[in-house]
């Protein structure tokens, strides 16, 4: 059974004090790799699709990278505008759900000015 | 724009209602999934289906119903048979052999 773990489960910043935050997965054959942010009473948004170990990928501020175990979302000098849950999610070649998501309980962020 | 709606945006239901949630999509994605949300908890899965007429049930289908008569359309009949419906209900879509999804806003529902 896939499984994804976020860490921490809310983690409060000042302005401009990067950070990372954690995805750790266990999978039957990773397909790919997925991070989400989402604002408080709306749906997910989008943010980065890795597939191999290595893999890095950037938008703005922040920097998702993978390895075999985990991947890292990293938050460089973050605004207040920063704040959200940040969902983890992982799809694996195993099992006959072609296309399903596991996803993590998420990491709370603040950001404080 | 392309992109997903849900409506209604917030829901309220009765002990013993059934109730159904809308989900419409012009992004001409052929796979559409339904999921749930509650505190503290993971997206999970309850329903999704890959092609027109054909839907395959997720980890937590139980009193849950769907139809797909429609390549754009998704929508999900909480019945009165789902025990602890309250929850934040989201809709998902993407291209068959492709695995992100991408979400609508979702939809609150509440029991009175």
């Known amino acids: 059974e896939d499984q994804v773990t976020q860490s921490p489960e809310a983690l409060r910043l000042q302005e401009g004090e990067s950070s990372s935050l954690n995805c750790s997965y266990t999978v039957s054959g990773l397909r790919g790799l997925f991070w989400y942010r989402q604002d408080p009473g709306k749906g997910p948004e989008f943010l980065f699709t890795l597939y191999s170990a290595g893999e890095e990928k950037e938008k703005e501020r922040l920097k998702a990278t993978l390895t075999k175990k985990e991947s890292f979302l990293h938050i460089t000098a973050p605004k207040p505008e920063d704040s959200a849950t940040y969902l983890c999610a992982v799809s694996s070649a195993g099992g006959t759900s072609y296309g399903k998501l596991t996803f993590g309980q998420g990491t709370i962020l603040t950001v404080h000015p | ?112």
């Open chain 2, 1 to 112: 724009d392309g992109g997903i709606t849900q409506s209604p945006k917030y829901l309220f239901r009765k002990e013993g209602q059934n109730v159904t949630l809308s989900c419409e999509q012009n992004l001409n994605h052929d796979a559409m999934y339904w999921y749930r949300q509650d505190p503290g908890q993971g997206l999970r899965l309850i329903y999704y289906s890959q092609i027109v007429n054909d839907f395959q049930k997720g980890d937590i289908a139980e009193g849950y119903s769907v139809s797909r008569e429609k390549k754009e359309s998704f929508p999900l009949t909480v019945t009165s048979a789902q025990k602890n419906p309250t929850a934040f209900y989201l809709c998902a879509s993407s291209l068959v052999g492709r695995d992100t999804q991408y979400f609508g806003p979702g939809t609150r529902l509440t029991v009175l």
